[in-house]
């Protein structure tokens, strides 16, 4: 009896020896591949091994930049060149930098202003030029330049604003280093000149000129960006407000109508400019308003009882919940769709999604320097220091 029952309890420890044994195996294989990966993320933004043939390696102006976590090593010696080469693999082309040898500093430093145009039998006639440049999104003694690929030089490019029912044409020349194409987001148009290689057009090679032509629609908020390597090219900087007014406006505009082109950026330890891709392991670490980030970001003065109508875009890859301190807003366009009274909803939040663009108005009844600024906290940073990134400072006063 003694010993059927010894019998039975070596067998009870050697199947539960057996179970930790199981259990033991899988947790470590759980928890060695997300650390692995990890090792491998840490590496990658230091390794451009790509650029490393055309770059002159890590510009000494840009020094300085102290990325905390979001730091990294160079590959260690047991990494081995096939490991960063899966690695490079792994994420794309998130992980090369935006080649910055010999690009020029912009001659301007605010972004989305009106540009000029002229006339030619009726038609208003615009051009672009696609080019890289050095974009401060910074200013004084933090100052943070970006290599940026621009439209005319500014991050966003300029505001092409026309009214509805006007014919414009559009001359975008190519001067980056590949092939682009302009494509009018929200826009309804022909075919032809909604600007998608390869379904709609041939990408437009560096050195080469595309005209593209519509018919303005009824009035409400677009933009127009790129439309090839998009992950790559938008997060650059190709992106821009178009604006179309209503024919017959209605009595009274609002005092202030600005549009705030939502985006985000990322800064190497390098001090290179990678495109952020979230999902690619290149993780933003500037936020910018229309190119700049707080300070730095263009404040609102309006008197008590002006109305502000401020049209937002998330041109980015991340979803902006922008809120607003001390007053209500009233949601009153919709990617571009003027609401009706009975739809507009009145908030002090709104979610901007990657692609949207939504029009709010308010009436800024109440004194005092409010902010109006993203929810998502970590995009109210600059490099990890708060305040940053995506904050407006609207000033109401007597
Ligand atoms: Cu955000």
């Given amino acids: 009896m003694l010993k059927q029952n010894q019998w039975q309890w070596n067998k009870l420890v050697v199947a539960l020896l057996a179970v930790m044994l199981v259990v033991g195996a899988y947790g470590a294989g759980r928890l060695s591949s997300p650390q692995a990966l990890a090792a491998k993320t840490a590496v990658t933004p230091t390794a451009p091994i790509e650029s490393s043939k055309t770059e ?3 510009r000494a102006s840009d020094g300085g930049h102290d990325m905390g976590q979001m730091g990294s090593a160079p590959p260690t010696d047991e990494m081995g060149e096939m490991d960063a080469m899966d690695t490079m693999d792994e994420m794309g082309h998130g992980s090369r930098p935006i080649p910055s040898t010999g690009v020029p500093d912009a001659s301007e430093t605010v972004g989305g202003q009106p540009l000029a145009y002229r006339e030619e039998d009726g038609v208003k006639v615009f051009e672009l030029t696609a080019r890289p440049v050095r974009w401060p999104i910074l200013s004084g003694d933090g100052s943070v330049v970006v290599t940026a690929w621009s439209y005319n030089g500014t991050v966003p490019g300029p ?7 006007d014919r414009v044409r559009v001359v975008l020349k190519n001067e980056l ?3 682009t194409s302009i494509h009018w987001h929200g826009i309804p148009l022909p075919n032809a000149m909604d600007g998608v290689p390869p379904f709609t057009q041939e990408p437009v090679q560096p050195g080469e000129i595309f005209t593209y032509e519509f018919t303005a629609p009824p009035t409400g908020s677009f933009m127009y960006h790129s439309h090839v390597d998009t992950d790559l090219q938008i997060m650059a900087g190709l ?3 178009f604006i179309v007014d209503p024919a017959r406006p209605r009595a009274a505009g609002p005092d202030v109508d600005v549009m705030w ?6 800064v190497g ?4 400019t990678y495109p952020a891709m979230p999902m690619a392991g290149s993780e933003p670490n500037y936020f910018t308003i229309n190119g700049k980030a707080y300070p730095d970001t263009e404040p609102i003065v309006v008197k008590k009882g002006e ?3 401020i049209r937002l875009a998330a041109i980015g890859q991340f979803t902006h919940p922008m809120h607003l301190h001390g007053m209500n807003f009233r949601i009153v366009g919709y990617d571009g769709v003027p609401l009706p009274p009975a739809q507009q909803l009145t908030r002090n939040t709104v979610p901007v999604n990657p692609g949207e663009i939504i029009d709010i108005e308010f009436t800024a009844d109440n004194v005092g320097t409010w902010i ?3 929810h998502v906290l970590h995009h109210v940073t600059n490099d990890g220091v708060e305040p940053g990134g995506l904050i407006g400072v609207i000033q109401v006063v007597e």
């Fill in 56 to 58: 002159a390696g890590p």
């Fill in 159 to 165: 505001m092409i604003r026309v009214t509805e029912g």
């Fill in 177 to 179: 280093p590949t092939a």
């Fill in 239 to 241: 992106y821009a407000p």
């Fill in 261 to 266: 082109m939502l985006s985000e950026w990322r």
């Fill in 269 to 272: 330890p390098d001090g290179e």
């Fill in 307 to 309: 109305t502000v109508r």
């Fill in 372 to 374: 109006f600024h993203c």
